[in-house]
């Protein structure tokens, strides 16, 4: 049953290359993906049940030994992240059916989004499942490369100009990651964690420190952790709404989860405790200040993304049993809360054209359904009780608490006015995009133009607009566009049952959270499995 591990990167490789031959036939290229994705989720849900029951699962591909191969491990931590990534990855998947992968009568690749979208999941599987510091660098490369195509599909001249820095910024953290990897190696003679975990308390502690600012400040640029997160909100915002969705989900949380693994098993001492917690709050209360200074439900996401990377990190920091559980909980929550907004987002922008606070209005009246969608997730997000949000921050807060020093404290009370200032940045979407009254005179303006078509959904609270507008053609082709896809609602409205559903479940997903975070912090399990049991 080891044989498991190897599925969940093999099997979107393999689809991706079938993709590829399918290319002009998008309904193969659909069913090709779809029954990739749904075995990806039912290899991640069995391969948690055997972590979280028999102990890690280990597979070293190709018989070579742990020291040369490639050792491949899903322990709770990572079973649970790919469980969850590969649900959301689905989700998305078939969210991007319903939209047609066609943003507003400009055609994006179809025969390139498919084969690229499951490299992409192979990527973030591969990342998870590493147990060795190169292979997590081509876990790396392998879904940065796939989103470089993902984020600039379409070609305009925003997606370009966008998907350039971010393709800088992610080339600039893997040559600092090689570097890195190669420092480590000279340092070690390995790169296998099980391996590094025994060697690295050998060395120098000023040597060792330095091999773990190198590691962290790579993560901390794949994860947008403050100062190294402004690269985010201006990339993110401009792809498809669905590749949108699956990047904040994502991949963001795979920098995350090479934070925690690292800092547990390489650097179990707390050295760095200082540093991280700093960089918690300043992430925390920076990214949130930028949400409330936006007026784009897209940006204000955006930052909300970067502000919410920040208790993620403030649990490795605090590093405790109870903090790391928080950690892995909240990991889970925001991956599918995140993703499920900027779902919701896209629905947005779909009906009415626009993101744009200043321009939005009356989706309460004319998208009931829509509103209450958003309102969930968005709740959860600000972690008002009883949603999964509000649970993760207890479990963070009562760890901080607990470690009783005046820098955990301050990160504790740091974190509960990023979830007012959460909360306001969600009522003013909530309060401008779906009640405020619509302007005519701006609808009128827009419409005329025909370069932002944007009303049709936003406008229909009154009858007399509709009829003052019906004979514009703009408007009548909106008028029939009125009605959302089934098959980007119901997508969207899974993953809002989900992020209920982490809250309903919270008591067995916590008793899980709680045993990886044991296993973490003994190490014993992992690093058995990758010497002791690989084969």
């Not at 559980?325 to 626009?354: D, N």
């Not at 406008?459 to 607009?465: A, C, I, L």
Request: with cysteine; proline share 4%.
């Amino acid at each position: 049953m080891t044989q498991l591990v190897v599925l969940p990167v093999l099997l979107p490789l393999l689809g991706a290359g079938l993709c590829l031959v399918l290319g002009r036939s998008a309904r193969a290229q659909r069913i090709v993906s779809v029954a990739v994705l749904a075995s990806v989720v039912a290899t991640a849900a069995i391969l948690l049940v055997r972590a979280d029951t028999q102990g890690p699962q280990a597979l070293t591909l190709a018989g070579w030994g742990p020291e040369i191969g490639i050792t491949l491990v899903a322990d709770r931590l990572s079973a649970l992240m790919l469980l969850v990534s590969s649900v959301v990855t689905l989700a998305v998947l078939l969210y991007s059916f319903g939209q047609g992968i066609v943003e507003y009568g400009r055609d994006t690749p179809l025969s390139v989004f498919h084969p690229t979208y499951l490299v992409l999941s192979a990527g973030v599987s591969n990342a998870f499942l590493s147990a060795d510091l190169f292979n997590l660098f081509v876990g790396f490369e392998v879904l940065l490369a796939a989103s470089y195509v993902l984020i600039t599909l379409g070609g305009t001249e925003a997606r370009i100009r966008a998907g350039t820095v971010y393709i800088v910024v992610s080339l600039l953290s893997s040559v600092v990651f090689l570097i890195a990897i190669a420092c480590v190696y000279a340092a070690t003679g390995t790169v296998n964690f099980a391996q590094l975990s025994q060697r690295l308390g050998e060395l120098d502690p000023a040597v060792a420190h330095m091999l773990q600012l190198l590691l962290l400040t790579v993560f901390c640029i794949k994860a947008a952790v403050f100062p190294l997160s402004a690269w985010l909100p201006d990339s993110y915002p401009t792809a498809p709404a669905p590749v949108t969705a699956v990047f904040a989900g994502l991949l963001t949380k795979v920098g995350v989860y090479a934070i925690v693994r690292t800092q547990t098993l390489l650097f179990p001492d707390d050295s760095m405790r200082p540093l991280l917690l700093t960089a918690a709050i300043l992430t925390m209360v920076v990214g949130i200040l930028g949400a409330v200074a936006q007026t784009d439900i897209k940006r204000i996401l955006s930052f909300t993304l970067v502000s919410h990377i920040g208790y993620m990190l403030l649990g490795v920091a605090l590093g405790t049993e109870l903090a790391l559980s928080g950690a892995v909980y909240y990991i889970a929550h925001h991956i599918t809360v995140q993703t499920a907004l900027f779902l919701l987002a896209g629905l947005i922008e779909y009906r009415t054209g626009t993101t744009n606070l200043d321009r939005l209005g009356g989706l309460a009246r004319s998208a009931p359904i829509l509103a209450v969608a958003f309102f969930v997730p968005a709740m959860n997000l600000a972690g008002i009780p009883p949603f999964s949000g509000f649970l993760g921050k207890v479990a963070l807060g009562r760890a901080g608490i607990e470690a009783g020093d005046w820098l955990a404290v301050t990160a504790v009370v740091a974190s509960v006015a990023v979830s007012l200032l959460t909360l306001y940045a969600i009522a003013k979407v909530w309060n401008r995009a779906f009640w405020q009254p619509v302007d005519d005179d701006l609808a009128q303006s827009v419409v005329d133009d025909g370069s932002d078509v944007w009303s049709h959904g936003a406008m229909h609270g009154g009858g007399d607009v509709n009829t003052r507008f019906q004979a514009t053609s703009a408007w009548q082709r909106l008028a029939e566009e009125q009605r959302l896809p089934l098959g980007m609602g119901l997508p969207t409205l899974a993953l809002v049952v989900a992020s209920v559903a982490l809250t309903v479940l919270a008591g067995p997903l916590f008793g899980v959270t709680d045993a990886a975070a044991v296993e973490l912090l003994q190490r014993t399990p992992y690093i058995t499995a990758v010497l002791g049991g690989g084969g």
